[in-house]
């Protein structure tokens, strides 16, 4: 067997243990409820997650 042939089999094979085991094991929980509810933060309260953003924005 060729070093490229057993590479590219490796490669293949680790995508696919990748893929699959990202797979969301209870879809129930995704899909039930209003999501808009769930995610909505009352005015005056403090979300969870913060995103600090910083950089140029350079148009050429």
Same mark, same amino acid.
């Given at each position: 067997?060729?070093?490229?042939?057993?590479?590219?089999?490796?490669?293949?094979?680790?995508?696919?243990?990748?893929?699959?085991?990202? $797979?969301?094991?209870?879809?129930?929980?995704? *899909? &039930? /409820? %209003?999501?808009? #509810?769930?995610?909505?933060?009352?005015?005056? $309260?403090?979300?969870?997650?913060?995103?600090? *953003? &910083? /950089? %140029?924005?350079? #148009?050429?």
């Amino acid at each position: 067997m060729k070093r490229t042939d057993f590479f590219l089999k490796f490669i293949a094979l680790v995508s696919m243990v990748a893929l699959f085991s990202c $797979k969301t094991k209870n879809t129930s929980s995704a *899909v &039930s /409820g %209003d999501a808009a #509810a769930k995610a909505y933060v009352a005015p005056g $309260k403090y979300d969870e997650f913060y995103n600090f *953003v &910083s /950089g %140029d924005l350079v #148009a050429n």
